[in-house]
C-alpha cells in the first residue's frame, strides 16, 4: 500500500486562485519524497491537503491508508507535520509542548513524559528543555518543531520547508535526523526549494510549478534526462550577446544567469579550449570559465524555462527590501 | 538620476514633508487596522448611545445644567474619551513599529529625528478632527444642537485637534521608553480612570465623592467644559482659556518627555 | 487512552496553556482583570447621583450597579479568549491543534472552559473593592447565583469571541469581538431600572435576554434572591453558549474549507 497516494488533487481560492491544478503523485511506504519548487508553487497549499488543514476542491488523496477529506481524524493519527511556519507557542517551554503534543495524540501521562524526554535529547535539545520557546534561536525552534512531529511515532511526516532561514550548521543537523528517522522506516514528504537538500535527502523529487507537476524521478534519473553539461562563461568586457553569438557554434545557449552567458556542450570537457579560443579570436576578454554537469536547477530550466536558484536570489532580494 | 537638475527643499520644507509623509502613514494604518480604530471612534460611539439612554434621566436631577438633551451634554465627554484613546492607540501604534524595526529605517534615513514623533502626533491630530467632525454630525443627527452654532463646532474641532495632538505626545513618550505595546495598551485602564474622574461624563458637582473633587482639579475637565459650553450655552472667555491652557500643559508634558525618551533612544538604542 | 480520558486530559492540557497568559506575561493580565474594577468605580463615581430619581428600589447606586461590572469582566474574558485564537490562528499556532486527533469540540471547550474559570479573577477583584467602598453583602445565595452568572456570561463570550476567530482568521476582528459584549451587557437595565431608561435602550433593554441576568445576577445586593428571578437568567445564559458554542463549532469544522 502506497503511504500517499494523490490523483488529480486541486484547490481553487477565491477570485478564481488556482493553487493546485491537478497533482498526483505516489509515495511508497518508507521513502522520501522530496517536492520541489519556488514560492508560491503550490507546495504548501498541497502540503495543507495531505494534512487535513485544507479541503481539496477537486481529485482525492489518502495518507496511510485513509482519505483526506473522509477519514480526516484517522489521517491526523497517522501523521507527523512540521509546518513551514512553526507552530510554536513562545511563552511555553519546550518540555512543556512536546507533553502538550503527547497529550493531543492520547498518550498516557507517564508515557508522554517518557517520550518527551527522550525526543529532547535526540533533538539536542536536553539543556534547553525548560526555556521558554520564545528565546529559543530558528535552529532551535526548528528541531523541537521536528520533535514534536514524532512523539506519537507516526508513519508518514510531513515536512514544508525545515531548512528554510536557517544556517548551514543547523540545516545540517536537520538533514541528519531526516536521514536517521527514514533509516527507522518513517515515511517522509518534504517540500523544499532548496535544490541541495533535494538532491541530498529524496530518494525522488517531483518539480511542481504554478500549482502543476512538471516532472518526476529520482534524482539521478533527472539529471541523467537533462545529460549534458554546460558552460558558464562571465566576460570581463564585451556584451553577452557578443559572447552568445560565437558560442551558438559550439552548442544550445541555454537562458542566462548572473549576468553569465550559458551554453551546452555536446561533447562536455572536450569542447572548453575550442569555445576560449573563438571568444579570443572574436576579441572578448574571458574573466571566468565553468563546466558545470547538470544539477536539478538545470533539470528546472528544462522543464519552466527559469532558475529556481535565480528566483531564490531574487526573492531574497524583494523580501530584503 | 537626473540629481542634477534636481531642486532641493529648504530643511525647514524638507522636514514639514516628511511629517505630513508620516502623519498620512499613520492616518491610513489607524483606518486600515479595525482594532486602532474602534476605540476612536466605535466604542465612544457605543457609550455615548448607551448612557444617553441609560443615564439620560439625569437631566432631571436639581442642579443639572439646563441642556436640551442628555445627548447635548454628552457629546463633549464622547470627544474627549475619542481623544484621550487616540493618543492610546498613536503610542500603541508607534511601540508596534518600534517592535517591528520600522522606526530603525526612519532612524536610518536622512531626516531630522523629531519628525518622526511629530509625523505620528500629526496623524493623531487628524484623527482627533475626524473624531471631532464625527461627533458633531452624531449630534446634528440625533437632534442635539450645537448652541453656539457653526463659531462653537468649529472651536470644538480646533480644541479637540489640539488636544489629541498633545495627548499623542504622552502615548508618543511612552512607546520611545518603553519599546513596547504591551505596555503602552497596558495604560488603557489608566485613561478610563482620568476619563471617569472628569466631567466628561457627569457634571461635576453632581458627581460622587471622591471622584467629585479629583475631576475638580483633573485637567481633563477643564478641556471638557471649555468643549461643552459653546455646545450647551454660551462662550466663556475663561472656560476657553482654561481648556487652552490645560491643553498647553499637557502638550508642553508630551513634547519634553518625548523629546529625552527619543533621545534616550538614539543614545542607547532601546 | 480510553476516549474520554483522552478528552479530559487534552482539555486540562489546553487549560494548562490557557494559564500562561496570566502568569508568564507580566502586566499582560492586569488590564483585563482591573478594567471592570475601575468602570465600576467610575460608573459609582459619575453617575452615583441617579439613585436620587425616583424608581430605584435601593438606596445604594454602589450596590445597584456591581451586576454590570461582573458581567463586563466576564465579557472582557471572554473576548479576550477570542482574540487570543485569533492570534494563534494568524501566528500558526493553531494548525498544531488543528492537525491533531482531537475532537474538534475538545478543542473549543479548552478555550471555553479557561474563560469561564479566568473569568472569577476579575470577579473577585471586583467584589473585593465593591465591599470595601460599602457595597451590601449579597448572601452566599446572592453570591454563588451571581458566580454562576458570571461564569456562564464568560463562556457564551468565550464562544462568540471563538467564532469570530475561526470565522475570520484574523486579529482585526477583536473590536467585534469586544463591542459585541460591550453592547449586549450594557443595552440593559444596567445603569437604571427599565422604568428610567429612555428611548431606544427602552426598547432593546425590554428584549434583550441579557437584562434578565442582570436583574438576576442583581439579587442580593438588591433584594432578595428568587428561584423564579433565578431560573430563567440560568436558561438564557444556558441557551446562548449551546447557540453560540454550535455556531462556533460550525466554523472549526470548516476552518479547512
Known amino acids: 500500500m502506497a503511504a500517499i497516494q494523490v490523483e488529480g488533487l486541486e484547490r481553487t481560492f477565491a477570485g478564481d486562485i488556482r493553487a493546485v ?70 511563552l511555553m517551554t ?32 536536553s539543556d534547553a528543555a525548560d526555556r521558554r520557546v520564545g528565546t529559543y534561536s530558528g535552529g532551535m525552534q526548528r528541531r523541537l518543531d521536528l520533535a514534536a512531529a514524532l512523539v506519537h511515532g507516526p508513519k508518514v511526516l510531513f515536512l514544508d520547508e525545515p531548512t528554510t532561514g536557517l544556517d548551514p550548521v543547523s540545516r545540517k543537523a536537520i538533514w541528519e535526523e531526516v536521514t536517521k528517522l527514514n533509516s ?58 557578443q559572447a552568445e553569438r560565437v558560442c551558438e557554434a559550439f552548442g544550445k545557449p541555454l537562458p542566462s544567469k ?12 572536450a569542447q572548453v579550449a575550442e569555445v576560449v579560443r573563438a571568444l579570443d579570436d572574436a576579441g572578448l576578454l574571458v574573466e571566468s570559465l565553468e563546466l558545470v554537469e547538470p544539477s536539478l536547477d538545470d533539470v528546472f530550466v528544462a522543464k519552466t524555462g527559469y532558475h529556481l536558484e535565480a528566483e531564490e536570489a531574487e526573492g531574497k532580494q524583494d523580501a530584503g527590501g | ?106 532612524f536610518a534615513a536622512p531626516i531630522s529625528r523629531f519628525t518622526i514623533v511629530l509625523g505620528r502626533l500629526a496623524g493623531t491630530a487628524a484623527l482627533g478632527t475626524f473624531a471631532a467632525v ?63 474622574l472628569s466631567s466628561a461624563f457627569f457634571p461635576q458637582e453632581l458627581m460622587v465623592e471622591p471622584a467629585k473633587t479629583i475631576a475638580k482639579y483633573n485637567p481633563l475637565s477643564l478641556i471638557v467644559d471649555g468643549l461643552r459650553d459653546p455646545i450647551i450655552s454660551e462662550f466663556s472667555a475663561s472656560e476657553a482659556a482654561a481648556a487652552l491652557l490645560s491643553v498647553a500643559g499637557i502638550g508642553l508634558l508630551g513634547l519634553v518627555l518625548s523629546a529625552a525618551a527619543l533621545r534616550r533612544r538614539l543614545r542607547t538604542g532601546g | 487512552m480510553g476516549g474520554w480520558r483522552e478528552n479530559l486530559a487534552t482539555i486540562r492540557a489546553l487549560l494548562a496553556r490557557a494559564k500562561n497568559e496570566i502568569l508568564r506575561v507580566p502586566g499582560a493580565a492586569i488590564p483585563g482583570v482591573l ?40 465579557g472582557f474574558t471572554g473576548a479576550a479568549t477570542g482574540v487570543n485564537m485569533a492570534r494563534d490562528i494568524e501566528q500558526g499556532w493553531f494548525d498544531r491543534l488543528a492537525v491533531s486527533p482531537s475532537p474538534r469540540w475538545v478543542l473549543l471547550a479548552g478555550s471555553v472552559i479557561s474563560a469561564s474559570l479566568r473569568s472569577l479573577i476579575p470577579a473577585t477583584v471586583l467584589l473585593c473593592v465593591a465591599m470595601a467602598i460599602g457595597a451590601d453583602f449579597p448572601g452566599p445565595a446572592g453570591l454563588a447565583v451571581a458566580i454562576v452568572l458570571v461564569m456562564g456570561m464568560a463562556a457564551f463570550a468565550a464562544c462568540w469571541g471563538s467564532m469570530l476567530a475561526l470565522h475570520y482568521r484574523s486579529q482585526a476582528v477583536a473590536p467585534l469581538m469586544q463591542a459585541g459584549m460591550f453592547l449586549i451587557i450594557l443595552t440593559t437595565t444596567a445603569y437604571a431600572p427599565l422604568d428610567l431608561l429612555q428611548g431606544w435602550l427602552h426598547t432593546v433593554a425590554e428584549i434583550n435576554p441579557i437584562t434578565q441576568v442582570i436583574d438576576a445576577a442583581r439579587q442580593g445586593f438588591v433584594g432578595e434572591v428568587t428561584w423564579s428571578e433565578t431560573w430563567p437568567a440560568l436558561l438564557i445564559v444556558a441557551g446562548l453558549i449551546s447557540l453560540l458554542g454550535s455556531l462556533a463549532l460550525r466554523e472549526l469544522r470548516r476552518l479547512a474549507a
Open chain 1, 21 to 90: 491544478r491537478g497533482v498526483s503523485l505516489e509515495v511508497a511506504e518508507g521513502e522520501i519524497y522530496g517536492f520541489l519548487g519556488p514560492n508560491g508553487a503550490g507546495k504548501t497549499t498541497t502540503v495543507r491537503m495531505l494534512t487535513t488543514l485544507l479541503l481539496p476542491t477537486g481529485g482525492r488523496a489518502t495518507v496511510a491508508g485513509h482519505d483526506v477529506e473522509r477519514e480526516a481524524p484517522a489521517v491526523r493519527r497517522a501523521i507527523g507535520v512540521a509546518l513551514q511556519e512553526s507552530a510554536l507557542d513562545p
Open chain 1, 94 to 125: 519546550g518540555r512543556e509542548l512536546i507533553r502538550l503534543q503527547a497529550t493531543l495524540h492520547g498518550l498516557p501521562r507517564a508515557e508522554g513524559q517518557r517520550r518527551a524526554d527522550a525526543l529532547l535529547e535526540r533533538v539536542d535539545l
Open chain 1, 184 to 241: 527507522e522506516g518513517t515515511t517522509v514528504f518534504l517540500t523544499t526549494q532548496y535544490l541541495e537538500e533535494a538532491d541530498r535527502l529524496a530518494n525522488r523529487v517531483s518539480i511542481i510549478d504554478s500549482g502543476e507537476i512538471v516532472v518526476e524521478g529520482t534524482p539521478e534519473q533527472l539529471k541523467g534526462d537533462i545529460g549534458k553539461p554546460h558552460l558558464e562563461v562571465a566576460l570581463a568586457d564585451g556584451t553577452p550577446d
Open chain 1, 258 to 269: 548572473d549576468g553569465k552567458v550559458l551554453i551546452e556542450l555536446e561533447r562536455g570537457a
Open chain 2, 1 to 106: 538620476m537626473g540629481e542634477e537638475g534636481t531642486k532641493r527643499l529648504g530643511p525647514v520644507a524638507a522636514n514639514l514633508r516628511v511629517v505630513a509623509a508620516l502623519g498620512l502613514r499613520s492616518v491610513k494604518q489607524t483606518f486600515r487596522r479595525p482594532q486602532l480604530m474602534a476605540p476612536i471612534i466605535v466604542f465612544p460611539t457605543l457609550l455615548l448611545a448607551i448612557q444617553t439612554g441609560g443615564a439620560g434621566s439625569a437631566v432631571d436631577l436639581p442642579g443639572f445644567p439646563a441642556v436640551d438633551s442628555f445627548l447635548q451634554f454628552m457629546i463633549a465627554g464622547a470627544m474627549a474619551q475619542s481623544v484621550m484613546l487616540a493618543g492610546n492607540s498613536g503610542g500603541i501604534a508607534l511601540a508596534v513599529d518600534i517592535e517591528m524595526g520600522f522606526t530603525d529605517r526612519l
Open chain 2, 134 to 196: 464625527w461627533f458633531l454630525v452624531i449630534a446634528f443627527i440625533f437632534g442635539a444642537p450645537i448652541e453656539t452654532g457653526v463659531a462653537g463646532a468649529l472651536w470644538a474641532i480646533v480644541l479637540v485637534t489640539l488636544t489629541a495632538t498633545a495627548v499623542g505626545g504622552i502615548g508618543a513618550a511612552i512607546a520611545l521608553r518603553s519599546g513596547s505595546a504591551s505596555v503602552v495598551q497596558g495604560l488603557f485602564p489608566l485613561v478610563l480612570v482620568l476619563l471617569f
Open chain 3, 35 to 74: 478594567a471592570p474594577t475601575i468602570f465600576y468605580l467610575g460608573l459609582n463615581g459619575v453617575f452615583g447621583n441617579l439613585i436620587e430619581l425616583r424608581g430605584f428600589d435601593t438606596d445604594s447606586y454602589t450596590s445597584y450597579i456591581i451586576p454590570v461590572s461582573l458581567l463586563q469582566g466576564a
